[in-house]
């Protein structure tokens, strides 16, 4: 996987055909080998025509974008934000069949959503809500218990108390 510039479509993990039926080989050609490369093709060029960039790794990129000069911004926010999503959820798949095994990962979303399914109906919930191609992110969240267990909006209203603005304008402004 290369991560600095001049960035290369890196082959997927698995053939083409290794997600039917569920996703399409013709899909897969498609979104890999024409959406990802655009991105990649953009993020690209704009390195090429500004070569201060080039020292920066994609995710490095997906940081310092909004220290750059305005017309550069989206451009790098969005490619290096596409590339970096695609290759994200490409890795992030596999054959249907293949084992995996995630006991953690599952005994949290239980405590978190109820159940597995409930997650997934949630994930699914939240990924047709975005606007756009509907990248969907399960993030893992601080844990506000114990004291608060999972009473949210008592936890922020406490965090408040504790936010040291101070750096958090410093990173802001990075
Ligand atoms: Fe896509």
Not at 125 to 154: I, P, Q
């Amino acid at each position: 996987m290369n991560s600095y510039y001049p960035f290369v479509n890196t082959p997927l993990p698995y053939a083409y055909n290794a997600l039917e039926p569920f996703i399409d080989e013709k899909t897969m050609h498609l979104h890999h080998d024409r959406h990802l490369q655009t991105y990649i093709d953009n993020l690209n060029k704009v390195l090429e025509e500004n070569p201060a960039l080039q020292r920066f790794s994609l995710e490095e990129l997906l940081t310092v974008w909004r220290r750059l000069p305005c017309r550069l911004q989206n451009p790098v926010r969005n490619n290096a934000g596409g590339v970096f999503s695609h290759r994200f959820y490409f890795n992030g798949m596999k054959e249907p069949a293949a084992p995996c095994s995630a006991p953690v990962l599952f005994r949290e979303m239980t405590c978190r959503f109820g159940s597995p399914e409930n997650f997934k109906a949630l994930f699914k919930e939240a990924a047709l809500s975005v606007f756009g191609s509907g990248y969907a992110w399960l993030v893992r969240e601080h844990a506000y218990y114990l004291k608060h267990y999972n009473m949210r909006a008592a936890y922020i209203d406490a965090w408040f108390h504790v936010v040291n603005w101070s750096q958090a304008e410093r990173r802001f402004c990075v």
